[in-house]
């Protein structure tokens, strides 16, 4: 597992901080012709977007030019991160403590570590199996039987979102796809560009044209006209990238529906959580963006898929494509 | 965090008995400036009063013309969902400074992040609330004051 920065990755790089530049000078310019005070809002929690969109490029590039490792380690960071939000936010006793530090401290480090090492078989199985028996097993041993089963699924759930699920990102570093050795940090790069241009898309269009709301119940700000708008957006973005990736057009069209319908059932099941608990962000870690996992939900839900649709596709059978 | 500024005369109150030794001493002492003192329930009953003395003593005098002092009036880490019952302390170093401003402030999640009996720490996120400064009357009693400060902290709870 290594890679290196090719022209193909050169060119989408900078396409992307080409369009940051863009979208920060249509930032600047709004903010100045802006009149009316709600409008004032909005355009603020834009530019704070946009800013916190030219940090996350930052630290994603900088991982990127340390290798597999470094974008191991960011992830890892990023896994920790949206763990700490989701522990916080939901409720949890002291006979939680022991269990909680084998999450954030054993389990989080070893699932990265598997992937990191190409140990397939054990990363895809520890936290759905091992991670799930070991759960209820170490909150048995602390003798604490008050909502037993609620507090073990709590924990198990977000060990599966904020660990597990991230996890599939950077590990998609590991498929050595015939073909497209030393290529698949552009596959990550793909994932992440697809899905993210899909919120961002979502939440332009919706702004825009957003009318009949899909839940209100669960996120006022998801509207048909919005999602419909994203997603095609996304879709068509993500086939007219198809060259950085190891997929025909047709494939990459593909994909980048089920990236974009996945990262929208993410986003919308966050929601959900959110709800619950009665919040409207998992934290404030980014200006803007409320915390990492309200930036990362999309992810969450759709890299595990797409890793397997890939592996399954182009790896094990890729005989089906020559 | 606080300010720079603040920081620098800003003294936490913490327990003798916990953060007298070894590396807790010199992270409480040399990195937080704090003000060690006994905790009553660590002392023998007839002492009581004579050490509360010298504890208040050494409190006025950490204190000083210029200093703030963080004082944590439950004495002890709590359950988490209650906040305890108050010490009497603050209610002796109000009526020895009734010119200083008693401010209520509360921290969420610190239970969670290390609950007690606990040696490792869990990164949960916590948050500190500052409320108003108590505003108490001049012939506040006792458990008047004690009453008043601790709702006042249970409102930031609330909040």
């Not at chain 1, 530049?21 to 929690?45: C, H, M, P, W, Y």
């Not at chain 1, 050595?176 to 898309?201: E, M, T």
């Not at chain 1, 959110?274 to 996992?293: A, C, P, Q, Y």
Request: glycine content about 8%; charged content about 20%.
């Amino acid at each position: 597992m290594s890679f290196k920065l090719d022209h193909q990755m050169f060119l989408v790089l900078n396409v992307v901080i080409g369009g940051l530049v863009v979208a920060s000078f249509i930032g600047f310019i709004l903010s100045r012709r802006v009149q009316s005070e709600d409008k004032r809002v909005t355009i603020d929690n834009l530019n704070a977007r946009i800013r916190a969109w030219w940090i996350m490029i930052g630290i994603f590039a900088i991982s990127f030019m340390i290798g597999p490792a470094g974008s191991m380690l960011l992830f890892a960071f990023v896994s920790l991160l949206a763990l700490r939000e989701y522990v916080s936010l939901i409720s949890t006793t002291r006979a939680d403590h022991r269990t909680l530090f084998w999450s954030f401290f054993v389990f989080t480090p070893l699932q990265y570590w598997f992937w990191y090492e190409g140990w397939y078989g054990l990363a895809i199985i520890l936290i759905p199996v091992y991670a799930f028996l070991f759960v209820p097993i170490r909150l048995a041993l602390a003798g604490e039987t008050t909502g037993f089963l609620d507090r073990a699924a709590r924990i198990q759930w977000g060990l599966m979102v904020c660990v597990y699920c991230i996890s599939y990102a950077p590990a998609l570093l590991t498929l050595n796809i015939y073909g497209y050795q030393r290529q698949d940090a552009k596959l990550l790069l793909f994932l992440v560009i697809v899905v993210q241009l899909s919120d961002v898309f979502q939440y332009i269009w919706g702004k825009m044209l957003g009318k009949r709301k899909i839940a209100p119940a669960i996120s006022p700000n998801k509207t048909w006209e919005g999602f419909i708008g994203g997603v095609a957006t996304a879709v068509a973005l993500g086939t007219a990238l198809w060259w950085m990736t190891p997929f025909p057009p047709l494939v990459a069209l593909g994909m980048s529906l089920a990236l974009a319908l996945m990262g929208f059932a993410g986003g919308l099941t966050m929601s959900a959580i959110k709800r619950d608990r009665g919040v409207k962000d998992f934290g404030s870690t980014i200006e803007g963006h409320g915390g990492i996992l309200d930036r990362m939900d999309s992810i969450c839900f759709s890299a595990p898929l797409f890793f397997h649709l890939t592996r399954w596709f182009f790896v094990t059978h890729l005989s089906w494509f020559r | 965090m606080l300010p720079r500024r603040l920081r620098e005369k800003t003294r936490p109150v913490a327990a003798k008995d916990y953060w007298n030794s070894g590396i807790r001493k010199r992270i409480a002492v040399n990195a937080f400036h704090a003000v060690l003192v006994e905790r009553g329930s660590k002392i023998a009953e007839g002492d009581r009063m004579a050490a509360a003395r010298h504890t208040l003593d050494m409190l006025l005098e950490a204190m000083g013309e210029k200093n703030s002092l963080i004082v944590f009036p439950e004495g002890t880490r709590g359950n988490g969902v209650e906040v305890g019952p108050f010490k009497s302390g603050i209610y002796y170093l109000w009526s020895k400074r009734p010119d200083v401003q008693f401010v209520p402030v509360y921290l969420s999640n610190l239970n969670r992040i290390l609950p007690k009996g606990e040696f490792l720490p869990v990164p949960v996120i916590s948050r500190v609330t500052f409320g108003a400064p108590l505003r108490p009357d001049a012939n506040e009693t006792k458990d008047s004051f004690l009453a008043k400060a601790h709702e006042a902290v249970c409102a930031l709870r609330d909040a």
